[in-house]
């Protein structure tokens, strides 16, 4: 089966070298979104070795996840990982992902920090994730540990079904809405999510929370 | 006194300019028309309050010039959320014409 990895990236060339150099055996194709960076992200990128599509102005994470959805499903992927490319998640755990996917057993896998037993999230963001998952599970009906990790695999069927229309940090508890109107059969897988002080300062802060919550309130009023 | 010489003043200045957007074709003689109801309705407020006190009598409010500013504050409410729907709309376009142009320049290399 053909695995893709789709990677939204905004003003990320201190890590996306790694990022792409740690995906690339893993995966048939890295994707890489550059999402209107101001840096080297792109060029960094594509000498790693992954096919770049590159936004002309940064639209939000949600946005060029669903870009990278698309191109890749015009490449024939079968399999589509989305995967940070602020370095915090680990490579090898891919294999975690598909295996549900591989056996049939779901059509999308959405990876969680809270099911490793020792995750080492720092208290003030275990708190900020505590909260949007709740406040997810009200707003989706969906009982799932961790709304807001990008680590996630879908089948072909489910990336073809979820359309992101929430360009900004939203996307999250879309997708979730998503699964749960098109009644995608789903399995959460634990995965590791590595903080260090670059992943924290670019990670999503208490005030982005509001701004989830008021971007998924207009969302509901403009549809 | 000199409050009502300002807001005729702003009126005519309105409605002429109601009018050249109209002779421009940037709006359509229906609209004009809205604008100029509205305009003249303000006109006849500034320049007559007692008697704006009849309509709102009989809306059940005590004073005209209170309903103005409630119907004002309504009109107001209204039009930000037909504008926060527009800029959303207008947002979800310009990520299609993004995403198109990305998707389109990938494909070519």
């Known amino acids: 089966m053909k695995i893709c990895a789709v990677v939204p990236a905004y003003n990320e060339a201190r890590t996306i070298r790694q990022v792409v150099e740690a995906l690339k055996d893993k995966v048939a194709e890295v994707i890489v979104i550059d999402d209107g960076s101001a840096d080297q992200t792109a060029e960094l990128a594509k000498a790693a070795g992954a096919k770049v599509v590159r936004h002309s102005i940064n639209r939000g994470q949600g946005a060029a996840l669903q870009t990278g959805i698309d191109f890749a499903l015009s490449r024939g992927a079968e399999i589509i990982v989305t995967f940070d490319a602020d370095g915090q998640f680990v490579a090898e755990e891919i294999n975690r992902l598909a295996l549900p996917i591989l056996r049939g057993e779901a059509q999308a896998v959405l990876g969680s920090r809270f099911l490793k037993k020792d995750n080492l999230t720092p208290w003030a963001k275990k708190i900020i994730l505590k909260i949007a998952t709740f406040i997810t599970r009200l707003y989706t009906g969906l009982n799932v540990s961790d709304t807001h990790n990008g680590f996630r695999a879908f089948d072909r069927t489910a990336a073809e079904t979820i359309k992101i229309r929430q360009a900004g940090m939203a996307h999250g508890s879309e997708i979730l809405e998503q699964i749960k109107k098109h009644k995608l059969k789903f399995v959460e897988a634990p995965v590791t999510v590595k903080y260090s002080d670059y992943s924290l300062q670019k990670g999503q802060k208490l005030s982005n929370s509001f701004r989830i919550i008021f971007d998924l309130f207009l969302s509901r009023l403009s549809r | ?109």
């Open chain 2, 1 to 109: 006194m000199f409050i009502k010489i300002l807001i005729l003043a702003f009126i005519v200045f309105a409605l002429w300019r109601t009018f050249l957007k109209y002779k421009n074709s940037d709006i359509t003689g229906r609209e004009m028309s809205i604008w100029a109801v509205f305009w003249l309705l303000v006109g006849t407020a500034a320049l007559a309050p007692k008697k704006t006190d009849i309509v709102a009598q009989w809306l059940g409010v005590e004073r005209g010039a209170d309903l103005l500013v409630y119907l004002s504050i309504m009109a107001l409410f209204f039009l930000v959320f037909k504008i926060i729907v527009k800029l959303e709309k207008m947002d979800r376009d310009i990520t299609k014409v993004v995403r198109k142009n990305a998707l389109d320049e990938a494909q070519k290399d």
